[in-house]
């Protein structure tokens, strides 16, 4: 099978002028964690900076939540009560079994009233700030951080980020209530939220099959069918439903990080790349790895070097042209200048390692 050009507009890797919100809207799979959050919007806006994304979460127009499946992504707020309603079900009977079986003195409920108190009058507080406060025996310690990822879970706190640098932030958590008192997330129907969520996705990411969105979502296969159908979403082949994306000229050259929203938005991992590739681009639990794209097709892998002297680190699965090794040289100085520096330095590599025969979390720095 023979590598697919990427649908460069639909994905906005045209770079052509839009805004954070606007990607975050067509993706809704940013993660937002730095740095892929900001190599992620890098390679899409152009002339992007890091405080721009830091600006848009003070300002309340989008927030960090852990949705889809299960996972922290970058959601407009206007669209919070589509995405919780329709995905919060799952991860809230998820994660709760941990939360209880972590707890060894009080119950969740106990420390989620003492938390809600805590924080009551819009103090924000890291998860080892509200220990502190509360201060629980040895046998909750521990169990008290997964109390606070369930109440963010079930939209009782929010997660804000405090970015210490370009790669790094810390999360502090207030109340649901106090930052975004007038987002509804609870009224809204759960399956009607689901019709609307196919909706988007198949709008985004056509054609894909139910398969495709059930995974990308997070849920079941049966709830998947249900909102494709009653949502009216157009078959376009066997299998297959949504619109094809729009593909227009992919020129030039992207660096894109690990766990991409562009690769992690199909089940089946073989539609962008070709079979022979997959162990090069995916680990053995499905970790995608940081990829080069030529002109709409993946032709390789980079990573990240040494800090002090910030490396751009690239090696095709065939070979790159003189042109094609300039604009990746470009392509890092965009790099260079999130992380504050004043250039990148490349640094020319071959051979791509097989991340499912190599050691666990190579997919994080293929290169280094």
């Known amino acids: 099978m023979s590598a697919v050009a990427v649908p460069w507009a639909s994905t906005h890797l045209d770079r052509s002028r839009s805004s954070i919100l606007e990607v975050a809207r067509d993706s809704l799979g940013l993660y937002v964690a730095p740095p892929v959050s900001h190599l992620e919007l890098a390679a899409r806006l152009p002339g992007y900076r890091t405080d721009e994304l830091e600006r848009l979460l003070l300002d309340r127009k989008a927030i960090g939540l852990r949705t889809l499946r299960g996972s922290a992504f970058l ?10 309603p329709a995905t919060r079900a799952k991860n809230v009977r998820a994660f709760g079994g941990y939360v209880r079986k972590a707890l060894v003195t009080d119950t969740y409920e106990t420390w989620a009233d003492r938390i809600d108190e805590l924080l009551a009058g819009g103090e924000a507080l890291t998860k080892a700030e509200i220990k502190e406060r509360l201060d629980p025996s040895d046998g909750d310690l521990r169990a008290l951080n997964f109390v606070v990822s369930q109440m963010a879970t079930e939209s009782r706190l929010v997660g804000l980020r405090r970015f210490s640098s370009w790669r790094s932030a810390q999360i502090a958590y207030t109340r649901w209530s106090d930052w975004l008192p007038e987002v509804d997330v609870e009224t809204p129907d759960p399956g009607d939220a689901r019709r609307e969520l196919a909706r988007m996705y198949f709008r985004s990411f056509g054609p894909a099959t139910i398969g495709d969105f059930a995974w990308w979502s997070g849920l079941t296969k049966t709830q998947a069918r249900r909102a494709v159908e009653e949502g009216a979403i157009p078959a376009s082949g066997e299998a297959m439903f949504g619109l094809e994306s729009e593909v227009s000229s992919s020129a030039g ?17 073989s539609r962008l790349i070709p079979d022979a590739l997959l162990p090069f681009v995916y680990d053995s639990s499905g970790n995608a790895t940081s990829v080069v794209l030529v002109d709409g097709v993946v032709a390789g892998v980079w990573s990240l070097g040494r800090d002090d002297d910030l490396e751009i680190l690239a090696a095709p699965f065939d070979s790159f042209t003189p042109g094609q090794w300039e604009e990746i040289e470009a392509e890092g100085q965009i790099v260079a200048r999130l992380a504050g520096k004043d250039s990148a330095r490349l640094v020319r590599r071959s051979d791509p390692p097989d991340l499912v025969a190599g050691k666990r979390n190579l997919f994080m720095r293929p290169l280094s």
Request: no cysteine; proline share 7%; hydrophobic share 60%.
């Open 75 to 84: 959601i407009p707020v206007d669209l919070l009560s589509i995405v919780v």
């Open 253 to 269: 050259v992207r660096l894109l990080p690990i766990w991409d929203t562009l690769f992690v938005t199909w089940r089946d991992r």
